[in-house]
């Protein structure tokens, strides 16, 4: 399985990005799919994530980006999105997604290549 991540850039506060994470290959059949940041100086960190199951999946937020951001996945469910809105200066972060079977902790789990956001006041 590989990850592909896509759709960083620059954008002013206030606006909007869409980031992708697609996966190729075989699959779990009992995963989460998730996007991680990291910022310069500090820990990498949960931003959303949404499992497998279920028509829509269960989501969780971090409650930095509770409000302004959706993460969401494709009915094939090889596809996750994040769209966050409302950016600030405080998201500008090295973005990552994880895929990792619903039991494992994300360290055990695969990991894209970051994709970088950078939020200018």
């Known amino acids: 399985v590989q990850l592909q991540a896509s759709g960083g850039g620059l954008v002013q506060a206030g606006g909007s990005l869409r980031l992708s994470c697609a996966a190729s290959?075989?699959?779990?059949?009992?995963?989460?799919m998730g996007w991680y940041r990291q910022a310069p100086g500090k820990e990498r960190e949960l931003v959303a994530s949404i499992s497998s199951g279920g028509p829509r999946g269960t989501t969780a937020y971090a409650d930095s980006v509770k409000g302004r951001s959706t993460i969401s996945r494709d009915l094939a469910k090889t596809t996750v999105h994040l769209q966050m809105n409302s950016l600030k200066p405080e998201d500008t972060a090295v973005y990552y997604c994880?895929?990792?079977?619903?039991?494992?902790?994300?360290?055990?789990?695969?990991w894209g290549q970051g994709t970088l956001v950078t939020v200018s006041s």
């Open positions: 290959g075989n699959t779990f059949s009992d995963y989460v």
């Open positions: 994880n895929l990792r079977r619903a039991w494992e902790s994300p360290d055990l789990g695969l």
